[in-house]
């Protein structure tokens, strides 16, 4: 069943969202590496969808991947989806917010254990919660 907030138009989401996080969450954009300061976020707290609010990764998960983007090995459970990104020449797993399907990033195989799994998220696409 979708949430009011996939009923949202890309109009209504433009209206919500700035410039860069609608070209992110709702146009699969990329924010540069290295320019988002939720990278070097290192305090207890929640990572939220930064269109809806739903949390979707624990600080607890974080790490530091040196990539310039925050990275995490497991989200919250039930808080994202992935599709099959094909674009640039190359077949990546896309990860969504379960919630209102905001592109987050991508997941690759090469994280830390235990999950193996590196969530290479745009800090755009999150908003940081403090306990």
């Not at 209504?12 to 990329?30: A, C, D, I, N, Y």
């Not at 990764?57 to 497991?74: D, H, L, V």
Request: net charge neutral.
């Amino acid at each position: 069943m979708k949430s009011e907030k996939q009923q949202i138009t890309d109009q209504e989401w433009s209206k919500l969202l700035t410039p860069e996080q609608f070209r992110v969450l709702r146009q699969h954009g990329t924010e540069r590496a290295f320019t988002s300061p939720l990278d070097k976020q290192d305090s207890a707290g929640t990572y939220c969808c930064a269109g809806c609010g739903q949390p979707l990764f624990s600080s607890e998960t974080k790490y530091n991947s040196g990539t310039g983007w925050p990275s995490f090995w497991q989200p919250i459970e039930g808080a994202i989806e992935t599709s099959v990104d094909r674009a640039l020449f190359m077949s990546r797993i896309e990860v969504h917010c379960s919630n209102c399907g905001g592109h987050l990033g991508h997941v690759f195989t090469d994280g830390p254990k235990p999950t193996g799994q590196r969530y290479c998220m745009n800090g755009v696409a999150l908003k940081f919660v403090e306990p």
